[in-house]
């Protein structure tokens, strides 16, 4: 009962986070806690030709806290090298941007690329963030950006 009582001071209001007991015979128990994800909707947006869509993800799994965002292609076929890129990045709860990754682009033919940051808690510090990438469609002569929809927040 003690350990419930310090996992819900640590994180309050937490709905979603399941804790399961793990009970080994002799009576040594472990509390491990489950994963929380989530994903954003989708937005829309349009570039050189090509329709696209975009969103973002959260997780807390196994300890690495990651934000996830993707960008998909959603014309049939595959798209030429470089014509679609995406950026993860996470958030602290106020707004204020804590890790970003690189871009990742499309290989020739592809559809879809994605691109994580990882170990959120650790660059964001132990409070409630968020996910909200950016997208990058080219446009013919550049890059044009769009911002995926934010997850909801997620304690590490």
């Given at each position: 009962m ?15 986070r ?48 990651s934000?996830y965002?993707t ?29 970003e ?5 499309t ?12 170990y959120?808690?650790?660059?964001c ?16 002569s ?5 911002y ?9």
């Open positions: 003690e350990l419930w009582r310090a996992f819900r001071r640590r994180a309050p209001g937490r709905v979603l399941v804790v399961a007991i793990i009970c080994v015979l002799g009576g040594t128990c472990a509390a491990t806690a489950l994963a929380t994800e989530y994903t954003s909707s989708d937005a829309y947006f349009s570039g050189d030709g090509y329709n696209y869509y975009n969103f973002s993800q959260i997780s807390n799994s196994a300890g690495d806290d934000a965002s960008s998909s292609h959603v014309n049939n076929g595959g798209l030429p090298a470089n014509y679609l890129g995406v950026q993860a990045r996470g958030y602290e709860a106020s707004g204020g941007l804590c890790k990754s690189n871009y990742a682009y290989l020739s033919g592809s559809i879809e690329v994605q691109q994580s940051a990882t959120l808690g650790d660059a510090g132990f409070q409630y963030f968020y996910s909200q990438g950016v997208s990058a469609a080219y446009n013919g550049g890059y044009s950006y769009y995926t929809n934010a997850t909801q927040q997620l304690y590490p």
